[in-house]
């Protein structure tokens, strides 16, 4: 079993920046896939960036391409996302994933390991 726990998250000033981390334990090991969603209320679960085991095959959703840098630290089983310029309406819910196979899935039924979340507001 894999567990995926998100930290980072608070509030700041519409155009600050974030990082957020992702702590990997468990079987850690098997995951080489990870990646962040967010989902505000009452909205689906929204794609924002996926990184591989090697760190350096990475992808965004469109509103993020050129603010957020998704980036990992193999050695430590985390994974960051920096968040540049950000924008009231990204004032959600931050989610860490995980899967056991390596590739850029943008979908979050593709998978198969999730945090809790951690909450990100934007005041404007």
């Known amino acids: 079993q894999v567990q995926l726990v998100e930290s980072g998250g608070g509030l700041v000033q519409a155009g600050d920046s974030l990082r957020l981390s992702c702590a990997a334990s468990g079987r850690a090991g098997i995951v080489f896939a990870m990646a962040w969603f967010r989902q505000a209320p009452e909205k689906e679960r929204e794609f924002v960036a996926a990184?591989?085991?090697?760190?350096?095959?990475?992808g965004y959703g469109d509103s993020v391409k050129g603010r957020f840098t998704i980036s990992r630290d193999n050695a430590k089983n985390t994974v960051h996302l920096q968040m540049n310029s950000l924008k009231p309406g990204e004032a959600d819910v931050y989610y860490c994933?995980?899967?056991?196979?390596?590739?850029?899935?943008?979908?979050?039924?593709?998978?198969?390991?999730w945090g809790q979340g951690t909450q990100v507001t934007v005041s404007s």
């Open positions: 990184i591989g085991y090697n760190g350096r095959n990475t």
């Open positions: 994933a995980g899967k056991t196979d390596n590739g850029l899935g943008t979908s979050e039924s593709w998978y198969d390991y």
